[in-house]
């Protein structure tokens, strides 16, 4: 099956720098990668997926590359702020209808960004 | 986006007793539903696909005599977990997907077995 590997576990900026948050999968077959932002005791909530035809996808401060020959995937945050503290994971499927649920995360890169 | 609501969101019980927990899709059906389980500070690991109408599919590892899964409509599906015991206490999350788009999660439940 998937097997996705998330690094670094941890990971602490100071506000306003930049933050990179690196996956990479297994199965060539995988096409959906969404990666999620979960607070304590909160449900993962959805910031940015890329589906693999497509290498870069932005969406204000947050991008998501993809690098299918090489099966990685990286987020980045640009200025980031204090609410930006979280754990992030990055997720990986070979989705196709209802299935794009079915997911295999990483193991969660907790991120502290001091003010 | 897509609602997905799952109750409760904590519950304490006692060992060898069995709790139900819901997770219903609000405004959409979902022919498929997807239940992970998740312990203090780690990931996110899928347990089964819950598929309306017809058995669960469980991952290697997870025993389905322990955790019963039913799909009775297009949104609901329900995790039951039988006789309870303290190492079932985690955090458990139902998502569904509405078909070409995102996974949507429901609140998770927290259990407790004391």
């Known amino acids: 099956g998937e097997n996705v590997e998330q690094h670094p576990s941890t990971l602490s900026v100071q506000e306003g720098d930049s933050a990179v948050i690196k996956c990479t999968y297994s199965d060539s077959a995988s096409n959906y990668f969404p990666w999620y932002k979960q607070e304590l005791g909160k449900r993962p909530q959805l910031i940015i997926d890329?589906?693999?035809?497509?290498g870069e996808k932005k969406d204000q401060r947050i991008a998501v590359t993809l690098n299918k020959t090489a099966k990685h995937f990286s987020l980045h945050i640009t200025e980031t702020q204090p609410e930006d503290s979280a754990v992030y994971f990055c997720?990986?499927?070979?989705?196709?209808?209802?299935?794009?649920?079915?997911?295999?995360f990483g193991q969660g890169t907790i991120l502290t960004v001091h003010p | 986006g897509a609602v997905v609501s799952q109750h409760p969101s904590r519950v304490i019980c006692k060992s060898g007793t069995s709790v139900k927990i819901e997770c219903r899709s609000l405004d959409f059906q979902a022919t498929t539903m997807f239940w992970y389980r998740q312990f203090p500070k780690k990931s996110l690991m899928l347990m089964a696909t819950s598929n309306e109408g017809s058995k669960a599919t469980y991952e290697q590892g997870v025993e389905k005599d322990k955790f019963l899964i039913n799909h009775a409509s297009l949104t609901l599906s329900t995790l039951t977990v039988t006789s309870a015991h303290p190492e079932d206490s985690s955090f458990y999350i139902c998502s569904a997907s509405t078909g070409y788009t995102e996974a949507f999660f429901g609140q998770g439940t927290r259990l407790t077995v004391v």
């Open positions: 890329i589906r693999s035809n497509v």
């Open positions: 997720a990986a499927t070979k989705g196709g209808g209802t299935s794009y649920g079915k997911l295999t």
